[in-house]
């Protein structure tokens, strides 16, 4: 079955340095990937999603991901960190079990960007 | 959010009673779920359903029933609530599962048992 696992519960960083959130991920088959934003008191968002045409995948806000085969990862990047990007971010994995598809996610990662 | 609404958006109820939340869509998607969120746990899935009256168990379905009798409401109902189900409960929707277009999420359910 497939999973993801996100290191780091909390990333803190300062307005305008690089983001990086990392999401690994356990797939027998090529995988779905994406990454979701949820800011406070609201749902989740799409960011980014893979699609295997090409490993480096650009998001809304700046955002983007690399998927590395090798490493079997999908970490998250921004150049230069805003204010408004502090927010929970969420990889997810599609998973095929049972006969149909559904999405599973990571534990999140709470980015807090500081002034 | 794209046409999916969830009620309610707050509930406070006692232990032991029963709740039902609605998750109502306008577009037309087939495949329906419900996860729950929980700090240090991220998205877990409760039930979803591929069609209407087909449903089936995600990983946390113990204490949980759901039921869908047109495609657009999937009926989430806590058969006897306790304290461990208080959570932030979120629908979410697809046509297409099985392929890199995600899902389009509700706004969630803040519930809270008492």
């Known amino acids: 079955a497939q999973s993801v696992t996100q290191l780091g519960s909390h990333v803190s960083v300062s307005e305008g340095a690089l983001v990086l959130l990392r999401c690994n991920y356990s797939s027998s088959v090529p995988p779905y990937l994406f990454w979701y934003v949820q800011y406070p008191n609201q749902g989740l968002q799409l960011l980014l999603k893979y699609t295997s045409a090409a490993t480096l995948v650009k998001g809304i806000n700046g955002f983007e991901a690399e998927f590395k085969k090798s490493e079997t990862s999908f970490h998250l990047t921004k150049p230069s960190a805003h204010m408004s990007d502090a927010a929970e971010y969420f990889c997810a994995v599609t998973s095929f079990s049972g006969g149909y598809n559904k999405l599973i996610f990571g534990a999140g990662t709470r980015l807090a960007v500081h002034p | 959010d794209a046409g999916i609404t969830q009620s309610p958006r707050h509930k406070v109820t006692e232990t032991g009673t029963p709740v039902t939340l609605r998750c109502h869509q306008t577009?037309?998607?087939?495949?329906m779920y419900w996860y729950r969120q929980d700090p240090g746990h991220g998205l877990r899935l409760i039930h979803y359903s591929y069609g209407v009256k087909d449903t089936d168990k995600g990983e946390v379905s113990d204490g949980y029933s759901v039921s869908r009798s047109k495609t657009e409401d999937f009926l989430l109902t806590l058969e006897s609530a306790t304290s461990s189900q208080t959570s932030v409960y979120f629908c979410?929707?697809?046509?297409?599962?099985?392929?890199?277009?995600?899902?389009?999420f509700g706004s969630g359910t803040r519930l809270t048992v008492v």
């Open positions: 979410a929707i697809s046509d297409r599962p099985g392929t890199n277009y995600g899902y389009t």
């Open positions: 577009e037309n998607h087939r495949y």
